[in-house]
């Protein structure tokens, strides 16, 4: 069975870095064509993805926020970390990391999410 | 940059057929996802690749795509079915792309 599991702080003050941990179960991102993402979704709005990492550790980031964003694995701990830094209040949404299907490019399993929040 | 565009909220009877479509550049020439969110849940992958159905949905849920467009059809609609679902692709300049999601309701 193959879960992924999102945690972190729920509330951050704004200017500081976010560090959100994905671990997950069921799979290796030592495999080929394995990835995880990260996605979030402000209260009420879309979702809006964040970053990926591949298993050969290439990196992929949301133009907009390629500055803020930093994307890392630990695969002898089955974890993903995404660092963002200088939050700010419009940062405040529901987190969630994902698996993308090996070549159907789809996000075919997700973690519960983690909201958070970012006063100012 | 590339946007995927759908309509805000698309109404249904029950045991009707809902459509729901999503069009952008990007569709052209890479595949669409959809997904199914339930309030307070995690999203849920209806339909890859355009056409294609994961293990576990049921078989009222369709996708097809043409030219610009992609569309999720959910055949006899249920009460179950109300959601929200959004539609998903990859670019080259911005790797993953969502649309702005569609409020799907069953009067």
């Known amino acids: 069975q193959i879960t992924l599991k999102e945690s972190g702080p729920a509330l951050v003050k704004s200017t500081q870095t976010l560090t959100l941990t994905c671990t997950f179960s069921g799979f290796s991102l030592t495999t080929y064509g394995v990835g995880v993402g990260w996605i979030r979704q402000p209260p009420g709005k879309a979702l809006e993805w964040l970053a990926l990492i591949y298993w050969d550790d290439d990196k992929r980031y949301r133009p907009s926020l390629k500055n803020r964003l930093t994307i890392a694995k630990d695969t002898s701990k089955n974890e993903v970390v995404l660092t963002m830094t200088k939050m700010d209040p419009v940062d405040t949404a529901t987190y969630y990391c994902?698996?993308?299907?090996?070549?159907?490019?789809?996000?075919?399993?997700w973690g519960q999410g983690t909201l958070v929040t970012v006063s100012s | 940059s590339y946007d995927l565009t759908q309509p805000p909220s698309v109404s249904v009877s029950p045991g009707q057929t809902a459509s729901i479509i999503c069009s952008g550049e990007i569709v052209d020439n890479k595949h669409a996802s959809w997904y199914q969110q339930r309030p307070g849940q995690s999203p849920v992958l209806v339909i890859y690749?355009?056409?294609k159905r994961p293990s576990g949905i049921p078989e009222r849920f369709s996708g097809s795509s043409s030219g610009n467009t992609a569309t999720l059809t959910i055949s006899g609609t249920q009460a179950m079915d109300e959601a929200d679902y959004y539609c998903?692709?990859?670019?080259?300049?911005?790797?993953?792309?969502f649309g702005g999601g569609t409020k799907l309701t069953v009067l």
């Open positions: 998903q692709a990859w670019a080259t300049t911005t790797d993953v792309i």
């Open positions: 690749q355009d056409t």
């Open positions: 994902a698996r993308p299907g090996t070549g159907t490019g789809a996000f075919d399993i």
